[in-house]
């Protein structure tokens, strides 16, 4: 496929924009970069598309997301609202997680999958929780994903929280998935260990878990989310959260800590230590009014911080607009989270956690050898856009209605806004009919 008339955002350590350039892939990765005369002439009968003058740049990457939450849009909470993080555990995610059965798992995975895909979010890191379906969940997951043709890495939710049966049965999803990808490698499937919170997780079960760790693998967790987490880690080992995931041997460079908002400075350095990934979710730290990670701090001290987005919409510059206020307004300084910082977060260090689990060719760029995996955006600048003021024309100008290509390995998963993967009306007919069902079975859990 030649890609033709396009200016290009490449990311990377350097930073462009080409204009007038073409692109040419070959197989699931990029072959070449240049302008279109040069490779018009190298490439005569390529299949040609023609981006009339579109952006065309890296599609974005997300560092953390649970599929299974798509069912709890629009959904009421019975009773009064809670009032804190732990009512928002006990009333809503508990009881909805309970709730899910098969079909239930795979339509909120697709219905997430489409949001992507539309909104050129191309690859997903997922954190998935189902306590009446386990064993074969994450396979179900895959095969939406594969369906869809984007890129995503998948784990189970580890608990104390539902008894010793089912946590051992997510120990061991976890493991079965693991190794069924190292003994059949999936270019667009990757996988960690997933485990809920410090504070779901016993002694014994962390220790069970790290022993159970596949060589090659890291853990996926969240962690210090709320203070309750801290509470509880104090009360059951007189450890704070970091540090008691690092007593078990929860961190490392393959492993991500999800949340990070309420570490002191101790157990940044113990992240920063340990090479341990970090992502931030603003909008769900909002929503959740658990407080504001002290992301400068980490990033300050060495710690690799990405974005996620905790289950919102897969519209990640929305992601990006809200780190770039929140910590403005919660530190009553806008000097605080400039756009190189979101930046920093969503594209150098979103790419790389990437990586972890896609490690054959480079992500999150446009380069000779990188994977395809690109997205079209319809924008007309009325300003001066440099590769220097990139930041501030995403926060304020770009908006994800603006993409109208997606394309992933090479293959196109949304041309000029249509679909071609996944059919969206049809998956939204039986989402309805799914969460219908899961509504009824949640409220009867009051």
Known sequence: M?????????????????????????????????????????????????????????GNICGHTHFYGAFARGMGIPGEAPKDFPQILDKLWWP????????DVRY????????????????????????????????VIADAVTKSGLRASLCYEVTDRDGDAKMQA???????????????????????????????????????????????????????????????SLAKSGLRVIDRLDKYGILGPMSIAVHAVHVDAREIQILADTETWVTH?????????????????????????????DGFSNAMWTEWKAAYLLHKSAHNDPRRMGGYDVTKLAVD??????????????????????????????????????????????????HESMITTTIVGGKMLMKDRELLTLDEAEIAAKAREASAKTWKRYQEKF
């Open 170 to 232: 997510g120990i061991d999803e976890n493991i079965r998935f693991i190794k069924r990808l190292q003994a059949h490698p999936e270019s667009r499937l990757g996988a960690s260990f997933g485990l809920h919170a410090s504070l779901t997780l016993s002694e014994s079960t962390l220790e069970h878990c790290a022993a159970s760790l596949p060589e090659g693998s890291g853990f996926h967790i969240h962690a210090a989310e709320g203070l309750s987490d801290q509470d509880d």
């Open 2 to 58: 030649l890609i033709t008339n396009a200016n290009l955002i490449t990311w990377g350590p350097e930073n462009q924009i080409l204009h007038g350039y073409s692109i040419y892939l070959e197989g699931d990765k990029i072959a070449g970069i240049a302008p279109d005369r040069e490779l018009a002439e190298r490439y005569p009968n390529a299949e040609r598309i023609d981006a009339r003058g579109q952006f065309v740049m890296p």
């Open 349 to 398: 260090n979103n790419a790389a956690l990437a990586n972890v689990f896609f490690p054959d060719a480079p992500l999150g760029n446009l380069s000779v050898g990188a994977y395809a995996d690109l997205i079209f955006v319809d924008y007309h600048p009325f300003t001066e856009l440099t590769a220097g003021n990139l930041p501030w024309h995403i926060l304020f100008g770009f």
């Open 108 to 139: 909120s995975a697709l219905v997430c999958l489409v949001d992507a895909i539309k909104h050129g979010t191309t690859t997903l890191i997922d954190h998935h929780a189902s306590p009446n379906f386990i064993e074969g969940s994450l396979d």
């Open 96 to 103: 909805l997680d309970k709730s899910l059965n098969e079909d």
């Open 281 to 309: 979710q603003p909008r769900s730290n909002m929503n959740n009014a658990v407080g504001v990670a002290p992301v400068e701090s980490m990033l300050r001290a060495g710690v690799k911080v990405g974005l996620g987005n």
